[in-house]
């Protein structure tokens, strides 16, 4: 193939874009956007729990916490499908709540019911997330009304089945999937089954966000009405990203099990929890920018976050809600403001060419030229 630039030597070969640079010139530059600072941020906050509290850099503690903070990175999964399509789901820890008390109730002491159960659990979340998703997309309802009625619905189911006390708990085995694991593994002593579910649920969120359900509902919560022209059906496709949500907290419900037992109060505010998450993680607020990834490295940092200040006593248990509600405000201005800042079209002067440097036509002339 012929040069171009040797044919015409007056056109200066252009340099590539940042883009080809190196790995590391990728990597540099991708920690300084919204969705790669929270890697960076985890990596801080890890090493500052460790010297505040040389225990927690055992490997057998810090797995321990992995598995603990795998039912939270979950949700925030799920949190992530529907905010990056610019919705919001309310419901979920209303949905965990109802999943953890159904599970308490239905399974009791008989271990054979645990997979018709586990099987109505999800068949339940997913009927959850299709009344939002066709409340929201069909009867033009805003997500945050219709998930915020859809949370006090269920949180009053759950009151009248349980009437505001604690239930028993569901057979051992069952709760050993959220609180068991694979035991005398070298290094760590144990493989928590939940940070293995979250594995899996990671690995399939990053193929189904590269397939083109994924790229479709970025581009809807960038743009619902452009993608709607470009002949998307927002109504299926939201309503996936609530079936998904709620799917997600219902997997969250059943991990939630082992570690909680069964209690009216497991999962409230849970939802609060997963968009603290995923916003930490650099997801847009209104949709279209983020990754999911970025989600789950969200809700690490958090938890990291609340482990560090308690080894430094400076807050106990009750102000996690008030760090939140901080993160959230702080945490959206900061994205919005990068992604917004990203958007803008870079200003390069550019080189003059013989046409802007050609005298203007003499009238009536084709040319400049006397």
């Given at each position: 193939?012929?040069?171009?630039?040797?044919?015409?030597p007056?056109?200066?070969?252009?340099?590539?874009?940042?883009?080809?640079r190196?790995?590391?010139?990728?990597?540099?530059?991708?920690?300084?956007?919204?969705?790669?600072?929270?890697?960076?941020?985890?990596?801080?906050?890890?090493?500052?729990?460790?010297?505040?509290?040389?225990?927690?850099?055992?490997?057998?503690?810090?797995?321990?916490?992995?598995?603990?903070?795998?039912?939270?990175?979950i949700?925030?999964?799920?949190?992530?499908?529907?905010?990056?399509?610019?919705?919001?789901?309310l419901?979920?820890?209303?949905?965990?709540?109802?999943?953890?008390?159904?599970?308490g109730?239905?399974?009791?002491d008989?271990?054979?019911?645990?997979?018709?159960?586990?099987?109505?659990?999800?068949?339940?979340?997913?009927?959850?997330g299709?009344?939002?998703?066709?409340?929201t997309?069909?009867?033009?309802?805003p997500?945050?009304?219709?998930?915020?009625?859809?949370?006090?619905?269920?949180?009053g189911?759950?009151?009248?089945?349980?009437g505001?006390?604690?239930?028993?708990?569901?057979?051992?085995?069952?709760?050993?999937?959220?609180?068991?694991?694979i035991e005398?593994?070298?290094?760590?002593?144990i493989?928590?089954?939940?940070?293995m579910?979250?594995?899996?649920?990671?690995?399939a969120?990053?193929?189904?966000?590269?397939?083109p359900f994924?790229?479709?509902?970025i581009?809807?919560?960038?743009?619902?009405?452009?993608?709607?022209l470009?002949g998307?059906?927002?109504?299926?496709?939201?309503?996936?990203?609530?079936?998904?949500?709620?799917?997600?907290?219902?997997l969250?419900?059943?991990?939630?099990?082992?570690?909680?037992?069964?209690?009216?109060?497991?999962?409230?505010?849970?939802?609060?929890t997963?968009?603290?998450?995923?916003?930490?993680?650099?997801?847009?607020?209104?949709?279209?920018?983020?990754?999911?990834?970025s989600?789950?490295?969200?809700?690490?940092?958090?938890?990291?976050?609340?482990?560090?200040?308690?080894?430094?006593?400076?807050?106990?248990?009750a102000?996690?809600?008030?760090v939140?509600?901080?993160?959230?405000?702080?945490a959206?201005?900061?994205?919005?403001?990068?992604?917004?800042?990203?958007?803008?079209?870079?200003?390069?002067?550019s080189?003059?060419?013989d046409?802007?440097?050609?005298?203007?036509?003499?009238?009536?002339?084709?040319?400049?030229?006397?």
């Amino acid at each position: 193939m012929t040069d171009v630039s040797a044919l015409r030597p007056d056109i200066a070969r252009e340099p590539l874009p940042e883009h080809h640079r190196g790995l590391g010139g990728r990597l540099a530059e991708a920690s300084t956007t919204p969705g790669g600072a929270v890697f960076v941020l985890v990596a801080v906050l890890l090493i500052s729990t460790i010297v505040a509290n040389p225990n927690f850099g055992d490997p057998e503690v810090l797995i321990r916490f992995l598995g603990r903070t795998a039912p939270i990175a979950i949700a925030a999964v799920g949190q992530y499908y529907v905010i990056v399509s610019g919705e919001f789901d309310l419901s979920m820890g209303a949905v965990i709540s109802m999943q953890v008390v159904l599970a308490g109730n239905m399974i009791g002491d008989d271990a054979g019911m645990i997979l018709p159960v586990m099987l109505l659990m999800l068949v339940l979340g997913a009927l959850v997330g299709v009344v939002n998703g066709l409340a929201t997309t069909v009867l033009k309802v805003p997500s945050f009304i219709v998930t915020l009625g859809m949370m006090l619905a269920l949180a009053g189911i759950v009151d009248y089945m349980t009437g505001g006390a604690a239930k028993s708990n569901p057979v051992d085995e069952f709760r050993q999937i959220g609180r068991g694991g694979i035991e005398d593994v070298p290094v760590v002593g144990i493989l928590p089954y939940s940070l293995m579910i979250l594995i899996v649920v990671c690995a399939a969120s990053v193929w189904l966000m590269r397939r083109p359900f994924g790229r479709t509902l970025i581009a809807a919560g960038d743009n619902a009405e452009a993608t709607r022209l470009a002949g998307s059906s927002l109504v299926w496709l939201k309503t996936r990203a609530f079936v998904l949500s709620s799917l997600s907290a219902t997997l969250a419900g059943i991990l939630l099990v082992g570690y909680a037992g069964v209690h009216p109060s497991v999962g409230q505010g849970y939802e609060f929890t997963a968009i603290t998450a995923v916003v930490l993680g650099g997801v847009l607020l209104g949709g279209g920018r983020g990754w999911v990834m970025s989600a789950v490295a969200g809700a690490f940092a958090l938890e990291l976050l609340f482990t560090l200040l308690t080894a430094l006593d400076v807050i106990d248990s009750a102000w996690r809600d008030t760090v939140q509600g901080v993160i959230i405000i702080v945490a959206v201005a900061l994205g919005a403001r990068a992604w917004n800042a990203g958007r803008r079209p870079s200003r390069r002067p550019s080189e003059p060419t013989d046409e802007t440097t050609q005298p203007m036509p003499t009238p009536g002339t084709n040319t400049g030229e006397h």
